[in-house]
């Protein structure tokens, strides 16, 4: 038997996900203020690398979407800029680990500036109380993910 309440929660991600991609993914494409131009994957590839520290391939393709030979190409030429460096897994030989530079760090921090500012922008449109109301939900959705 059906459950109307997943079918309900189904939904909702029907309308959340052009809403994101019309609303906030044009974020990865605005000028990044750190001199380099990357392009919206290697931005979004970057800010996992960063959150996920020795982040292996497989895992970040999993976490972007995306196949082995179209990460392989944009891993590679994140490390042909300075900005990734890959890494052998110390208890594991055979795994590579994908891990930020210096550069790819304070690349990150530019990016994230203007981010902050853009979101700034976008979230000042509503009110006080809605603010909180998004900030509690996407908190549930974000545990309830993190669940399944």
Do not use: W
């Not at 020795?54 to 082995?68: A, F, T």
């Not at 800029?81 to 790819?104: F, H, I, Q």
């Amino acid at each position: 038997m059906e459950n109307p309440k997943i079918k309900e929660i189904e939904r909702l991600f029907l309308d959340f996900i052009p809403l994101y991609y019309k609303k906030l993914s044009p974020i990865f494409r605005e000028e990044d203020g750190a001199g380099l131009r990357c392009h919206k994957n290697q931005k979004r590839a970057i800010m996992v690398i960063q959150r996920k520290k020795g982040v292996i391939l497989s895992e970040l393709g999993r976490y972007l979407d995306m196949r082995k030979g179209s990460l392989t190409s944009l891993i590679d030429s994140l490390v042909k800029n300075g900005l990734v460096e890959r890494r052998e897994d110390r208890s594991d030989r055979r795994k590579t680990l994908l891990y930020l530079t210096e550069a790819g760090e304070e690349y990150y921090q530019k990016m994230m500036a203007q981010t902050s500012k853009t979101y700034q922008k976008l979230f000042s449109k509503l009110s006080p109380e809605e603010i909180e109301n998004c900030l509690c939900g996407l908190q549930l959705v974000v545990d309830a993910l993190k669940k399944i």
